[in-house]
């Protein structure tokens, strides 16, 4: 987008019920995530469960409180981004740590 | 263009302004852009010394200049650290960058002005803290690896803060010239008319936004490794010590062409002026650069195929990096393409292009041998990495920057300087550095590793010469450097657009007046169209 | 390149910014916002990874030590935050409607939160270092401090932000002229809630 002069700034219409809605189902979440971390037992499965829930949670926060929903694709893209760079980071890492062969054994 | 530039003498210059406030407090894009030029310059000089500094201690296998060992480490850390972290890495970027990308794209300014201030400040906030380092200034070498920089008494604290600091002003510059292209474009400068110079800067600025704050981390954590003894990197309390040069090289790959990517714009910007021909393959030369920017991040493990980490990623790392050649073989072979039949003038500006594309291209395929595998774990360590790095930085970044000097210097300060001595100059620094780096792939190969003060005999023959091209590489910058100083005194003025060139920069006076664009400028054509009208 | 040139007259209109229109520069600082953020995932990114590779070496060691972490006050700190995220989003957008009173409340509620959390996080550190536990007790302990500190410090930045939007809106200047600040803080003071989201089961609910 190049300078076209615009003074009109758009505004998002959300209104505040949608903004309660949006507390309660994180409070409802955040409970769901304690619920289950400690009554429910599914092994290395109780990690995955958290993080899928945490990241329900951020995109909630992200699309709604952050207005992401509104935004252009490039805020989209500058977004999404450096989480697929973390991904990166992470898998690396760790295949690099995990296919090591000890030299002595 | 038009005629915009018609020499209209009422205008008032960004440089009229006297004084140190109005320099230090100034958020005019282009005084940044010099004050950044002036900084990097003196820490590139003084760099420059601590390396004449050790080719002289290597002119015999004995220790014999320095009184330690410990104090030749030193100076190869300051060397690396000064070079790299406050020299190349925000060198053209931030210098070239904050001077030509508003200008180039049509805007009165970047799109935060006053964030770019900080950015310089803090920048230089950061070049104070590394100083204070000097009085014990750490033996690691440039990337500080651990264990060693943990256990070390040196400071390697303070320099590390430095580094730290630098980056979040690396960052601030990268997300303003990201917001700065994609916001304030002018009307008709769409993405295909951009010039290559913001194309290249965009690649850079995305690299230094996402990359750095890596590095910024990894420092930290170093940090906290030797202050609070978290042990991270400490392999007796679980630790892996191979895990800080995973992080570090996340960032430090990317990092090399943070360094080296605006030097891609400039030969891009330069080469068709003189040429006088449209630039060949534009959109090729353009989308490499991101091509290069998005796979920089998934190389980073070739600098560490000798450290103990697992062969299965060595392998798969080794076939990744063959990759980055791709996308820089189709810029080099674009700009021959452009040559090619061109009615070639060389400037000295010129000049530096081509002698970037002759050693960036022998830097870029000793690259290649050393992203292979099995020969890496031969050539490690020894002086080819040494001859290579440098073939990259000084015969590609540096080669860039001193096109870009002598290319932009009527706009920055509306004189010239000597051309007849800018050539021998340029003479000098060419065959200089080939005369110190080339016979150093030899001795490498041979077997001399780096970082020693002393070494076997039988490479003492091809160290003196290696240090004999240093002093004519010193000699010739030293020249360069008087030169262009000696030229803001000179009383000539050129023209305003001495090489008649397109590019939208020179459709203004020079110096450009404060505020760029009295009227945004409307675009209608191609950056590039040389020899159609 | 051949161009022309426009009258550009309503350029000159504006005092601030260097003559751009409202919505440009508007859209510019929340576009930069989000690029400084992308940046800040990544500042936090080498923990994560950190934490990936310690916790996949070392499962055991994390079950056992996060049970010395206090839940109840971890729980406690995410409702608050998740809430102060809620209060930030109205502030945002009663600043956009112009509502004065309504923004400084919520913006001082936020605030509150920020100190609310600050607190009960500073009773959990001091209790862990009666206990002699420091950073360097074990990987775990180093990556809890360091993530938990780290995003304190955001916590604390987040704070200064709010201050400072709240000075400026007493001074009547988003009734006056643009909100574009109270959004662009908003956008950072919601980072510091996402990377709790995350922190949170990594640290406090290891099964």
Redesign the interface.
């Known amino acids: 987008m190049s300078i076209e002069n615009r003074d009109h700034i758009e505004e998002h219409h959300t209104n505040i019920w949608s903004y309660v809605f949006v507390l309660l189902a994180l409070f409802t979440l955040t409970a769901f995530t304690v619920l289950t971390a400690i009554k429910v037992d599914i092994g290395s499965l109780n990690i995955v469960l958290a993080m899928i829930i945490a990241s329900v949670k951020a995109s909630i926060v992200a699309l709604f409180f952050m207005h992401l929903k509104f935004e252009d694709k490039l805020t989209w893209l500058y977004a999404l981004y450096p989480l697929f760079l973390l991904f990166l980071l992470i898998f690396f890492t760790l295949m690099e740590t995990f296919t090591r062969v000890p030299v002595l054994k | ?2 005629n ?1 530039i018609a020499a209209d003498s009422t205008y008032e210059s960004y440089l009229a302004k006297k004084g140190f406030t109005a320099w230090a407090l100034t958020t005019d894009h282009k005084r940044i852009g010099i004050m950044y030029l002036i900084t990097i310059s003196f820490f590139f000089l003084l760099a420059g010394v601590t390396a004449l500094l050790m080719r002289y201690e290597l002119l015999t296998p004995e220790l014999d200049f320095f009184s330690t060992t410990t104090q030749y480490n030193v100076a190869f850390t300051l060397h690396g650290s000064l070079m790299v972290f406050f020299f190349i890495v925000p060198g053209i970027a931030a210098s070239l960058g904050n001077f030509l990308i508003p200008l180039m794209i ?4 970047v ?3 006053r964030l770019n201030l900080l950015s310089y400040w803090v920048y230089l906030v950061g070049t104070v803290i590394l100083m204070t380092a000097l009085a014990q200034p750490a033996d690691t070498g440039w990337t500080f690896y651990t264990p060693y920089s943990v256990e070390t008494g040196t400071n390697v604290i303070l320099i590390t803060l430095g580094v730290f600091v630098l980056g979040f002003s690396s ?1 601030l510059t990268g ?2 010239f ?2 700065t292209v ?8 769409t993405w295909n ?1 951009l010039p290559l110079f913001i194309w290249a800067s965009y690649a850079t600025a995305i690299l230094q ?6 590095v ?3 420092l ?2 170093l940090i ?1 490794e030797k202050s ?5 990197f400490d392999p007796a ?4 010590p ?2 800080f040069q ?2 570090f090289w ?1 960032y430090s790959h990317p990092a090399v062409y943070i360094m080296v990517i605006p030097a891609f714009g400039i030969i891009s910007e330069i080469i068709p002026v003189f040429a006088r021909k449209p630039i060949f393959g534009y959109r090729a030369i353009a989308y490499s650069s991101f091509a290069i920017a998005i796979i920089s ?2 190389v ?2 070739h600098h560490m195929f000798v450290s ?6 060595a392998a798969i790392f080794s076939f990744l990096t063959m990759l980055v050649a791709i996308p820089t073989a189709i810029k080099v072979f674009n700009w021959l393409a452009t040559l090619y039949k061109g009615s070639i003038e060389f400037h000295s500006s010129m000049l530096y292009a081509l002698s970037f594309i002759f050693l960036f291209t022998i830097g870029g395929l000793t690259g290649v041998f050393l992203g292979a595998l099995a020969v890496d774990v031969h050539l490690h360590d020894t002086y080819f990495v040494v001859a290579h790095m440098h073939y990259v930085m000084i015969g590609g970044t540096v080669m860039g920057f001193f096109g870009a000097l002598h290319f932009w210097y009527p706009k920055w300060f509306g004189k010239t300087f000597n051309e007849l001595t800018a050539k021998a100059s340029w003479f000098l620094v060419f065959v200089g550095f080939n005369v110190t780096f080339f016979p150093q792939f030899f001795m490498g190969y041979q077997g001399m590793p780096r970082r020693y003060a002393t070494y076997p005999e039988q490479f003492q023959s091809a160290h003196v010469l290696s240090t004999y091209g240093s002093w004519i590489l010193g000699l010739g910058i030293f020249i360069m450097t008087v030169n262009l100083i000696a030229g803001i005194f000179s009383r000539k003025v050129p023209e305003g657009n001495p090489y008649k060139s ?3 920069e020179w ?1 203004m006076p020079s110096p450009p007046p404060h ?1 760029n ?11 590039y ?1 040389y020899g159609k009208k | 390149m051949s161009t022309t040139t426009a009258d550009h007259t309503e350029d000159h209109a504006h005092a601030h910014g260097h003559g751009l229109g409202e919505a440009v520069t508007h859209d510019a600082a929340k576009f930069g916002m989000w690029l400084f953020l992308g940046t800040e995932i990544l500042l936090f990114g080498g923990l994560f990874a950190a934490y990936a590779l310690f916790r996949a070496k070392y499962p055991d060691l994390f079950v056992e030590y996060h049970k010395n972490l206090d839940l109840e006050k971890g729980v406690f700190n995410t409702f608050v935050l998740l809430f102060s995220s809620f209060t930030m989003a109205l502030a945002v957008l009663f600043a956009q409607r112009k509502k004065q009173l309504y923004t400084t409340i919520f913006l001082a509620i936020t605030f509150v939160c920020g100190a609310i959390f600050a607190i009960v996080k500073y009773f959990e550190y001091a209790h862990k270092f009666e206990d002699h536990i420091y950073p360097s007790k074990n990987i775990f302990y180093a990556l809890y401090y360091m993530t938990t500190g780290l995003h304190m410090i955001h916590v604390f930045i987040g704070m200064i932000i709010i201050l400072a939007l709240l000075g400026m809106n007493m001074k009547g200047k988003f009734v006056k002229g643009r909100y574009t600040p109270v959004e662009v803080g908003g956008l950072y003071w919601h980072l510091v809630d996402l990377i709790w989201i995350y922190l949170f089961p990594l640290m406090y609910l290891i099964g």
């Not at chain 2, 994609?182 to 400068?189: S, T």
Request: zero cysteines; a negative charge.
């Open positions: 263009m038009a915009g049509g805007a009165r300014d799109a935060f002005p960052i997300m303003n990201i917001v994609h916001k304030l474009r002018a009307p008709g400068m008319r936004l996402l990359a750095t704050p890596v910024g981390i990894t930290l954590l906290m609070l003894d978290i042990g991270f309390k679980g630790g892996d191979i895990l995973n992080f996340f991040f998934f980073w493990l103990g980490i697992s062969e299965t990623a397109l590019s939208l459709q505020n664009f009295e009227d945004i400028p409307i675009v209608t054509d191609w950056t169209a």
